[in-house]
């Protein structure tokens, strides 16, 4: 058995990843395709890829099923240069990876072959797969210690390696004491990848093409099959919505130990929720209860209060956000800004210093450096039909409860009285005030009350 390594496959070699993608997923009970579901914002297909890309794979197939340009299309997105092909019967895995059959005859030095729907899949393994085949297998699978093995496949070992996966159901007694399971999971020499898969036949009861017949197929023909042992956890499938929530859970561990290693503080890190993609700088604090979108980016020493919710935003060394903050896509936050509590930025940028401390929306809007924004303020920036933009320059005050009505702009060191509603420019240095004058009527109170009084009861 072969352990997992950190070390890269040897050499420039090409590896072509298969991805199979066909499986229908009736169980998750949606409308969705099931491996376009996500984990960590990100599509389970897309973590597949992703994970194989890191390992060096040089050329990817994916194989889905007819009708399923939804997929394709994920496909592509996640690497620009995978290629389509399409498994019109559902025969098997092995029939599955021979739809790929033109690429199997292009020549790589190694084939993988992974399942979109086994998210958890790292690069690390996928690595240490194609270093075996680089350092003489010709089959490897992948397997686990299962703490339950009832019904998984089981990998029989022998003094020269792998010797067979048989299936639960034709299993001896003896083989079912067995704990190490298969993942499914295999990796081929390429020079012999399609010699050993078109070799499969379907000769058992449901008539299908079982990858795991390659195994006694590469022995037969006098070559190596070695087993690379992975934790269950990572090779974990996801076939319904518990499963998918199993997932998710395992993935925001992995994420949160990761930020954590790399230098952030989480001070309740099971509270905490990432996007694969979240970029986390040192010394950063978390507090309880805070969601990352897609597109974060929160450099050195910036604290992100509790019950935040974050996407697309990027925050400066040393800003505070929330707690009870909302950062939408462009909220673009210089060093040392400050955003408080009930305070949503959209499409705005803060410059350094600059402080929206409290109930208060800026979108679409630049914000000049140590400006201050006060309670309840917020730029009109729509008017049912297009988005305008405010401008607020370095080192403005405005007053509480003001409403900005875009396109506008406020000078730097100017000043908007409290409960203003600016509509015209404000010049630098100015004050800029927009309110009915307070009129104050002497006794009107008690006449009031008195008339209320007078009425008959209701």
């Known amino acids: ?86 498994q019109r019967e559902r025969l098997g895995t092995a029939h599955a990876v021979l739809a790929a059959r033109e690429a199997l005859m292009e020549g790589h030095d190694d084939v993988v072959v992974a399942f979109a729907d086994t998210p958890l899949m790292t690069t690390e393994t996928f690595t240490s797969m194609r270093a075996a085949i680089a350092g003489g297998a010709h089959v490897l699978a992948v397997g686990f210690e299962a703490a339950d093995p009832t019904g998984y496949g089981r990998l029989v070992m022998a003094d020269e390696g792998l010797a067979a996966i048989v299936e639960h159901k034709d299993a001896s007694e003896a083989e079912r004491s067995i704990r190490l399971c298969n993942a499914g999971l295999l990796a081929l020499s390429g020079p012999h990848a399609l010699d050993i898969i078109a070799r499969i036949v379907n000769n058992n009861a449901q008539r299908e093409y079982y990858l795991t017949d390659a195994v006694k197929i590469a022995r037969g ?8 042992v992975a934790l269950e956890d990572e090779v974990q499938g996801v076939n319904d919505r518990v499963q998918l929530a199993r997932a998710e859970a395992a993935m925001q561990k992995r994420l949160r130990d990761a930020a954590m290693r790399a230098g952030a503080t989480l001070l309740a890190p099971d509270t905490v929720y990432f996007n694969h993609d979240t970029k986390l700088g040192r010394d950063v604090i978390v507090e309880p209860n805070v969601f990352f979108g897609p597109g ?78 006060g309670a ?9 039909f297009s988005k305008f933009r405010t401008n607020i320059g370095e080192g403005a005050f405005v007053g509480s ?19 203003t509603v600016v509509t015209k420019d404000v010049a630098a240095d100015s004050l800029a005030v927009g309110r009915a004058r307070q009129v104050e009527i002497p006794g009107w109170a008690n006449q009031f009350r008195a008339r209320k009084k007078a009425l008959p009861k209701a």
């Open 1 to 86: 058995m072969i352990a997992p390594s950190h070390a890269p496959a040897s050499g420039a070699r090409s590896c072509l990843a298969i991805v199979l993608a066909a499986g229908e997923g009736t169980r998750m009970k949606s409308d969705l395709p099931k491996v376009l579901h996500t984990i960590a914002g990100r599509s389970m297909l897309g973590h597949a890829i992703a994970a194989l890309v890191g390992a060096g794979a040089t050329d990817i197939v994916v194989v889905v099923g007819p009708d399923r340009d939804d997929v394709a299309r994920e496909a592509v997105a996640a690497f620009g240069g995978a290629r389509i092909v399409v």
């Open 221 to 228: 023909l006098g070559l190596s099959a070695q087993v690379l």
């Open 296 to 373: 974060v980016l929160i450099e050195d020493q910036a604290v992100i209060h509790a019950c935040s919710h974050l996407e697309g935003a990027h925050v400066g060394r040393k800003a505070s956000v929330g707690p009870f903050a909302r950062l939408r896509p462009g909220a673009d936050l210089g060093e040392k800004a400050k955003v408080g509590n009930f305070v949503e930025i959209k499409a705005a940028s803060l410059g350094t210093g600059a402080k929206v401390s409290h109930l208060s929306y800026i979108g679409d809007a630049s914000v000049g450096a140590g400006a201050n924004i």
């Open 376 to 384: 309840g303020t917020i730029t009109c920036n729509y008017d049912g």
């Open 401 to 419: 409860n003001s409403s900005l009505v875009a396109p506008v702009s406020i000078a730097a060191g100017a000043y908007v009285g409290s409960g």
